[in-house]
């Protein structure tokens, strides 16, 4: 086995490295190496970001996803004037105005942001993200529109914009994106499913009941992932397949026992199914991870 000595790490090892750990405790250690190492490491920041909002802990999320929207935007910044390594030392050895508004940053910068995936289709995909996880959804939808300009083959934007659509209640909209989705990729069980929803809102049931059962189809083929099984077993719910769907949230469970969404999805099919007394202790399993997380919320950086 191949031995690496770590204190010739960059910060981009760091964060390859945390992101092979599922420990959110070994991630977060990774993840602050990385960016003490790097500030601008947008990535970093975001994942720490999306580790405390599962912790509860709304100080240290809102505190990563700034610096998370930082570095994407000066990463934007750095992409769209395409300075060479000679512009950027010229800019800031003279000082000179900034036309477009922006923080002149220190030469050191640019070897930063050049040893990180700075591509304008990833910035703008987690910049897209991060608003998404910010609720500033208006914001990302912006993202994934320029997105779609620059690859309008591209299915995964298409599939974000008509998430977001469905959370403003533009559903019209994100059918028409979630359609897209999947003609691009028709293995998409989340798009198939997402189309059902949006179908049942509008009150098309008989679309809605025909993209669920495709993406419990699609699901099947896929249940290695935990996504997929969730998706099958919401799917199974929404088809009114009840004992399959409890089976399959008992499944999730056994391997993720403080998932508090699905022991609230299992005590909804528990209802649906007439098994009112299991359905109160799904509840309340749920309420108590709930509680235990509050109780936890704080610490600092």
Same mark, same amino acid.
């Given at each position: 086995?191949?031995?690496?000595?770590?204190?010739?790490?960059?910060?981009?090892?760091?964060?390859?490295?945390?992101? #092979?750990?599922?420990?959110?405790?070994?991630?977060?250690?990774?993840?602050?190496?990385?960016?003490?190492?790097?500030?601008?490491?947008?990535?970093? $920041?975001?994942?720490?970001?999306?580790?405390?909002?599962?912790?509860?802990?709304?100080?240290?999320?809102?505190?990563?996803?700034?610096?998370?929207?930082?570095?994407?935007?000066?990463?934007?910044?750095?992409?769209?004037?395409?300075?060479?390594?000679?512009? $950027?030392?010229?800019?800031?050895?003279?000082?000179?105005?900034?036309?477009?508004?922006?923080?002149?940053?220190?030469?050191?910068?640019?070897?930063?942001?050049?040893?990180?995936?700075?591509?304008?289709?990833?910035?703008?995909?987690?910049?897209?993200?991060?608003?998404?996880?910010?609720?500033?959804?208006?914001?990302?939808?912006?993202?994934?529109?320029?997105?779609?300009?620059?690859?309008?083959? $591209?299915?995964?934007?298409?599939?974000?914009?008509?998430?977001?659509?469905?959370?403003?209640?533009?559903?019209?909209?994100?059918?028409?994106?979630?359609?897209?989705? *999947?003609?691009?990729?028709?293995?998409?069980?989340?798009?198939?499913?997402?189309?059902? #929803?949006?179908? !049942?809102?509008?009150?098309?049931?008989?679309?809605?009941?025909?993209?669920?059962?495709?993406?419990?189809?699609?699901?099947?083929?896929?249940?290695?992932?935990?996504?997929?099984?969730? *998706?099958? !077993?919401?799917?199974?719910?929404?088809?009114?397949?009840?004992?399959?769907?409890?089976?399959?949230?008992?499944?999730?469970l056994r391997n993720d026992p403080k998932n #508090?969404?699905?022991?609230?999805?299992?005590?909804?099919?528990?209802?649906?199914n007439g098994e009112h007394k299991r359905a109160?202790?799904?509840?309340q399993k749920a309420c108590k991870i709930e509680?235990?997380?509050?109780?936890?919320?704080?610490?600092?950086?």
């Open positions: 086995m191949k031995k690496y000595d770590i204190n010739q790490f960059r910060a981009k090892d760091w964060y390859n490295l945390g992101y #092979k750990f599922e420990s959110s405790t070994k991630q977060i250690q990774f993840f602050k190496k990385a960016v003490r190492l790097d500030p601008l490491h947008g990535p970093a $920041w975001h994942f720490l970001g999306s580790i405390y909002s599962r912790k509860g802990d709304e100080k240290m999320e809102k505190f990563c996803n700034q610096k998370a929207l930082e570095a994407y935007k000066i990463g934007l910044q750095r992409y769209r004037r395409e300075l060479t390594k000679s512009e $950027w030392e010229c800019q800031n050895e003279n000082k000179k105005d900034d036309p477009m508004k922006t923080m002149i940053l220190p030469k050191k910068t640019y070897d930063v942001l050049s040893e990180i995936d700075n591509e304008i289709d990833s910035i703008l995909e987690n910049l897209g993200r991060l608003y998404w996880n910010m609720n500033e959804f208006e914001k990302a939808v912006e993202c994934y529109d320029k997105l779609i300009d620059l690859y309008p083959n $591209w299915g995964s934007p298409h599939k974000s914009r008509g998430q977001i659509y469905n959370r403003l209640g533009n559903h019209e909209k994100a059918i028409d994106d979630l359609r897209f989705a *999947v003609e691009i990729d028709d293995t998409d069980y989340e798009s198939y499913y997402l189309l059902g #929803k949006s179908y !049942a809102i509008i009150g098309k049931n008989d679309r809605a009941l025909w993209y669920f059962a495709k993406a419990k189809n699609a699901a099947e083929k896929s249940l290695d992932c935990v996504a997929a099984k969730v *998706v099958k !077993a919401d799917s199974n719910y929404e088809l009114q397949e009840y004992d399959e769907s409890i089976s399959e949230y008992g499944e999730i #508090k969404f699905v022991w609230n999805k299992m005590g909804e099919a528990l209802v649906a109160i202790k799904c509840f509680e235990r997380k509050n109780s936890s919320k704080g610490g600092e950086y």
